[in-house]
């Protein structure tokens, strides 16, 4: 099994920055994929970024492009999401996720870190 941790959330003026980290723990060779999601209140919860575990390949979310980056550290079992830029619609719970070698979905989610965004 895999557990994930989410930590680095809270409340930032629009423009502003925050960086969210996420430690993984377990079953640390069996990841394949690293992930970030967000849920707005009301709205359901999208994809924001991306990272391949072993080779580092990103992807992003237009809405996040040129704003966020994604990045780990594998000796540290741990991915970050460097958020600059940030806009009110940024408001949300952002949840970090793995993705194991043989899954082609994301199976094992942390408990979310709230990330306010404010006017």
């Known amino acids: 099994q895999v557990q994930l941790v989410e930590s680095g959330g809270g409340l930032v003026q629009a423009g502003g920055s925050l960086r969210l980290s996420c430690a993984a723990s377990g079953s640390i060779f069996s990841i394949n994929r690293m992930g970030w999601f967000r849920q707005a209140p009301g709205k359901e919860r999208e994809f924001v970024a991306a990272?391949?575990?072993?080779?580092?390949?990103?992807n992003y979310a237009d809405s996040v492009k040129g704003r966020f980056t994604i990045s780990r550290d594998n000796a540290k079992n741990t991915v970050y999401l460097q958020m600059n830029s940030l806009k009110p619609e940024d408001t949300a719970v952002y949840y970090c996720?793995?993705?194991?070698?043989?899954?082609?979905?994301?199976?094992?989610w942390g408990q979310g870190t709230q990330v306010t965004v404010s006017s």
């Open positions: 990272i391949s575990w072993s080779g580092g390949n990103t």
């Open positions: 996720a793995a993705r194991l070698r043989t899954q082609t979905d994301y199976a094992y």
